[in-house]
């Protein structure tokens, strides 16, 4: 493999190697954090060439997304978020969040997920990296309110919690009681956070 | 050992018998729930006698305390929240709760317990019935409002994410805002999930 994979300019086509450059990617972003990851650097330990990594992935966001196996794209989610009326923002949060884990494949990543974050500090530093970038960074910008960033990271710990009793714990009555419920009752307590 | 530990009527003293005791009640706790583990059982699958339990536990709520090293006592909590003014209530709770995780050792018992809630599905329903019995019920029974079992699980939705959001996962600028602006912020909230 090894004279192969060192090959520059390899052409697509090899059976592993998007999932080689997944995992070049998934070791930079462990090892240098995800704003010292480029592109560049991650075909390069990969061992091919960049515009084989440009072939796969259209950005260094998207291989976040793939490395970390991402149930759903962060920046859709940002965009969701800032997209519409300005004192529903927290209802629009609830639900979007509230959706992926309810579907029962978003349910198993985010479980998945949330799992390696908690277990290992490795995944803790770049999910907290590339969340920052993808969601807290663009939504701060867009919300242009005083402490956006504090507000954001309010927001992140109010969903973190919901979602961690609620699948992770299954502390009742949150476990089971129905999802509109649970975004009426959260929608108000996020727009505080945000617009408070 | 054993015939020794099987002898009813064991006075203390034995170098183990007290670990020994809070090691039957985990094994209980964790196979029969909270609600079905009595001081009475714990002895005899300790194989002491049931006064020796009581001249080392006051009550079931203790060896739980104990079995699950809990950092503070979930009683003092709930006393805590429900003794004083009723719109400063959430202040209390962040207050109180954050308390603990600002001491460095409640905060390395209380990582120490997170990661085992997460990680084990055995802790998780062990500590989900312990909470339920000492903490949700009786807050939820003192607050009387409609709902109060939902509304005191919200709050262990904010309190378990801005928890694991600051000092597990050390998302900033959560991670390292002075505690006294975090406080600022969570208090109104967790009013709100109570009396909103």
Same mark, same amino acid.
């Given at each position: 493999?090894?004279?192969?994979?060192?090959?520059?300019?390899?052409?697509?086509?090899?059976?592993?190697?998007?999932?080689? %450059?997944?995992?070049?990617?998934?070791?930079?972003?462990?090892?240098? #954090?995800?704003?010292?990851?480029?592109?560049?650097?991650?075909?390069?330990?990969?061992?091919?060439?960049?515009?084989?990594?440009?072939?796969?992935?259209?950005?260094?966001?998207?291989?976040?997304?793939?490395?970390l196996?991402?149930?759903?794209?962060?920046? *859709?989610?940002?965009?969701r978020?800032?997209?519409?009326?300005?004192?529903?923002?927290?209802?629009?949060?609830?639900?979007?969040?509230? #959706? %992926?884990?309810?579907?029962?494949?978003?349910?198993?990543?985010?479980?998945?997920?949330?799992?390696?974050? @908690?277990?290992? /500090?490795?995944?803790?530093?770049? *999910?907290?990296?590339?969340?920052?970038q993808?969601?807290?960074?663009?939504?701060? +910008? *867009?919300?242009?309110?005083? /402490?956006?960033?504090?507000?954001?990271? @309010?927001?992140?710990t +109010?969903?973190?919690g919901?979602? %961690?009793?609620?699948?992770?714990?299954? @502390?009742?009555?949150?476990?089971?009681?129905d999802?509109?419920? @649970?975004?009426?009752?959260?929608?108000?307590?996020?727009?505080?956070?945000?617009? #408070?």
């Open positions: 493999m090894t004279p192969v994979r060192r090959t520059p300019g390899r052409r697509p086509g090899g059976p592993d190697t998007r999932g080689e %450059i997944v995992q070049a990617a998934r070791e930079s972003f462990a090892d240098k #954090g995800f704003e010292a990851t480029s592109m560049r650097a991650v075909a390069r330990q990969a061992g091919v060439d960049a515009a084989l990594v440009h072939h796969y992935f259209d950005s260094k966001d998207e291989l976040f997304i793939e490395a196996a991402l149930p759903v794209d962060p920046r *859709m989610i940002a965009a978020i800032v997209d519409g009326p300005r004192d529903e923002i927290g209802r629009r949060i609830a639900t979007a969040f509230l #959706g %992926i884990w309810e579907s029962a494949e978003g349910q198993q990543r985010m479980r998945a997920l949330f799992r390696s974050v @908690l277990s290992s /500090d490795e995944v803790a530093r770049m *999910m907290r990296e590339g969340i920052t993808m969601i807290v960074v663009p939504v701060s +910008q *867009m919300l242009a309110v005083p /402490d956006a960033r504090l507000r954001v990271g @309010l927001v992140a +109010q969903l973190v919901a979602a %961690i009793v609620r699948y992770l714990v299954g @502390l009742e009555p949150i476990a089971s009681v999802v509109e419920t @649970l975004i009426d009752r959260l929608a108000p307590v996020l727009q505080q956070h945000l617009t #408070g």
